[in-house]
């Protein structure tokens, strides 16, 4: 693996300071967020480079350990990395969990050194698929004013019927009367994955992109890599103590 070469000049996230510590302070900092929500951008319709982040905890340690993975979108063949770890600064609250991961996911984005910035960022997590439509990767888009589109493993509100067994095929997630994502089948005969836009991106244009960087497995080749780093570098947390 070889770092693209130059200087660093991608967005740097600031995060609030002091972090929120309780539910309360946390939905202030996502309403504030909100309001630089874009809803309206299609989004890059040809992406060069696509970065992956990923956290993994130890719940008995309540270290966190933050990943970000940049691909080319071509070869998928991984052309940077940087990786945090840190004890988790927010409870362990279900439709809050960005708080949690977004120190360390932070911490690395800042760390990574490429020549210009990724055209796409693709979290494991939610965007608009989320109970006050403001999920993980709502907050990375409007912190780096980047394209975002979060992909989970699981559902986390909404309903939908299907979608069809081929790859490819996929099914509008609607909650409280809105379409907020879609159940994507990225591998005939394997579970969907959960598609929702999280910034600067429309859903046709997302959903295009994450099946393209799906092509052997369910999960996109950015989580799949984010993954790796992120485990590992919680592993390494763990043995140095």
Known sequence: MSEVPGTATLPRIELADPWPADPAAAVAVEAAQRRLLDLRSSGPRRIRTVAGFDAAYDSGS??????VVVLEADSLRVVAEATATGRASFPYIPGLLAFRELPPLASAWNALVLERPPDLLVCDGH????????????????LTGLATVGVAKTAFV??????????????????????????????????????????????????????????DYRLPE????????????LRAALAGG
């Open 127 to 142: 965007g608009l698929a989320h109970p006050r439509r403001f999920g993980l990767a709502c907050h990375l888009g409007t």
């Open 222 to 233: 950015t989580t799949r890599a984010a993954d790796r780093a992120s485990r590992l570098a």
């Open 62 to 67: 309540e270290l966190v350990a933050g990943a």
């Open 158 to 215: 909404g309903s939908w019927s299907g979608p069809g067994p081929r790859r490819g095929d996929w099914a509008p997630i609607e909650d409280g009367g809105e379409v907020v994502g879609r159940a994507l089948r990225t591998q005939d005969g394997v579970n969907e994955v959960f598609v929702s836009v999280g910034h600067g991106i429309d859903l046709d244009t997302a959903t295009r992109h994450v099946l393209a960087l799906a092509p």
